[in-house]
């Protein structure tokens, strides 16, 4: 007998076929900030192609990418109200109004994307995704966001200390406002899509991302210095309407919760794949990368991250992430 994954991944094309000639497409809008062809981007968009080859082309997804419907915080609100389906956003932007979502953003919680995987598959990720239902939305999935770092125009950095005066940008993002704060940094929040042009005008110095990020956004061009600290592995969600999910028959929402959880493999693939190119591009153009004292920048981080575990609800999530380290 097939199962829903089989369907879903393979014999799904013969009912393609089969549509039934009057059947009226809704198409789900999805946001993201990322190109075209960044793998949550990808992810997303295989969603839809699932989800319309199990309807029979009743139910499908357009991705509107590169933040063509503006920031990732704003973007979350849409869909809040209805006004937008799904957003794919980073954790960090969620952060203050979802403060479980915090435990995962820490820095240092997650020793590799293998932890942090296993911390997200298991029952703390469950239980963040379900804590969105609180505030309108419907938490469907996690996606990697790999290992975030420093970079800058300026110089190497090798140690906390060699951040000190450096105007660094953060995502909307209290907790990473205090990071960078607490390792003697000039925290900047900004968007995503201002990060480029606010490097290339010299607002900023500098600012933290994973690797793919710096290489897709451009920002390689013009901040040289690439430092390994790896100081979180923030991961992406996956985010519906609440309101646009409950209007959805209940074996629909069942199929897109579903798909949401098949396109995770899938995006983890094109992932790996596209980190390790995205650094090999980098190195190519010159970018200096360098290693850092690990042990100093996790002293550095620990009071902040210890304040913020100082809430039973996260020191509790924490004890479970450590468990699966
Ligand atoms: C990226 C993430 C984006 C965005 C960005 C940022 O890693 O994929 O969704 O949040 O970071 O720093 O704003």
Same mark, same amino acid.
């Given at each position: 007998?097939?199962?829903?994954?089989?369907?879903?991944?393979?014999?799904?094309?013969?009912?393609?076929? %089969?549509?039934?000639?009057?059947?009226?497409?809704?198409?789900?809008? %999805?946001? =993201?900030?990322?190109?075209?062809?960044?793998?949550?981007?990808?992810?997303?968009?295989?969603? $839809?192609?699932?989800?319309?080859?199990?309807?029979?082309?009743?139910?499908?997804?357009?991705?509107?990418?590169?933040?063509?419907?503006?920031?990732?915080?704003?973007?979350?609100?849409?869909?809040?109200?209805?006004?937008?389906?799904?957003?794919?956003?980073?954790?960090?932007?969620?952060?203050?109004?979802?403060?479980?979502?915090?435990?995962?953003?820490?820095?240092?919680?997650?020793?590799?994307?293998?932890?942090?995987?296993?911390?997200?598959?298991?029952?703390? $990720?469950?239980?963040?995704?379900?804590?969105?239902?609180?505030? =309108?939305?419907?938490?469907?999935?996690?996606?990697?966001? $790999?290992?975030?770092?420093?970079?800058?125009?300026?110089?190497?950095?090798?140690?906390?200390?060699?951040?000190? $005066?450096?105007?660094?940008?953060?995502?909307?993002?209290?907790?990473?406002?205090?990071?960078?704060?607490?390792?003697?940094?000039?925290?900047?929040?900004? /968007?995503?899509?201002?990060?480029?042009?606010?490097?290339?005008?010299?607002?900023?110095?500098?600012?933290?991302?994973?690797?793919?990020?710096?290489?897709?956004?451009?920002?390689?061009?013009?901040?040289?210095?690439?430092?390994? /600290?790896?100081?979180?592995?923030?991961?992406?969600?996956?985010?519906?309407?609440?309101?646009?999910?409950?209007?959805?028959?209940?074996?629909?929402?069942?199929?897109?919760?579903?798909?949401?959880?098949?396109?995770?493999?899938?995006?983890?693939?094109?992932?790996?794949?596209?980190?390790?190119?995205?650094?090999?591009?980098?190195?190519?153009?010159?970018?200096?990368?360098?290693?850092?004292?690990?042990?100093?920048?996790? %002293?550095?981080?620990?009071?902040l991250r210890n304040s913020y575990l100082a809430a039973p609800a996260l020191a509790r999530l924490h004890r479970a992430i450590r468990e699966v380290a």
């Amino acid at each position: 007998m097939l199962t829903r994954r089989d369907v879903l991944l393979g014999a799904g094309g013969a009912m393609l076929a %089969a549509r039934p000639l009057f059947a009226a497409t809704q198409t789900l809008t %999805a946001a =993201d900030v990322h190109v075209t062809d960044y793998p949550t981007v990808e992810a997303v968009r295989w969603m $839809g192609q699932m989800l319309e080859r199990e309807t029979q082309g009743r139910l499908a997804i357009h991705v509107y990418h590169s933040g063509q419907l503006g920031r990732e915080g704003d973007t979350v609100d849409l869909a809040r109200f209805g006004a937008l389906d799904l957003t794919r956003v980073n954790l960090a932007a969620l952060n203050n109004a979802f403060p479980l979502t915090q435990v995962l953003s820490l820095p240092y919680v997650f020793d590799s994307t293998g932890h942090m995987r296993r911390a997200v598959d298991g029952p703390v $990720g469950a239980e963040i995704l379900a804590g969105f239902a609180a505030r =309108d939305l419907v938490g469907l999935a996690f996606y990697d966001s $790999g290992a975030r770092c420093f970079y800058n125009t300026r110089r190497a950095i090798h140690e906390p200390q060699d951040l000190k $005066g450096l105007r660094i940008r953060v995502p909307p993002s209290d907790m990473f406002i205090g990071l960078v704060r607490s390792l003697g940094a000039n925290p900047t929040p900004l /968007s995503y899509g201002e990060v480029f042009s606010a490097l290339q005008t010299r607002l900023i110095d500098g600012a933290e991302n994973n690797c793919r990020s710096f290489h897709s956004s451009r920002q390689f061009e013009v901040a040289r210095h690439w430092a390994d /600290s790896a100081h979180s592995y923030s991961p992406e969600a996956l985010l519906m309407s609440k309101r646009r999910f409950l209007g959805l028959a209940p074996a629909d929402q069942e199929l897109v919760r579903e798909t949401a959880r098949l396109s995770v493999p899938y995006m983890r693939a094109l992932w790996d794949k596209a980190e390790a190119e995205s650094r090999a591009a980098v190195q190519k153009a010159g970018v200096e990368i360098t290693s850092v004292d690990r042990a100093a920048f996790e %002293a550095a981080a620990a009071p902040l991250r210890n304040s913020y575990l100082a809430a039973p609800a996260l020191a509790r999530l924490h004890r479970a992430i450590r468990e699966v380290a």
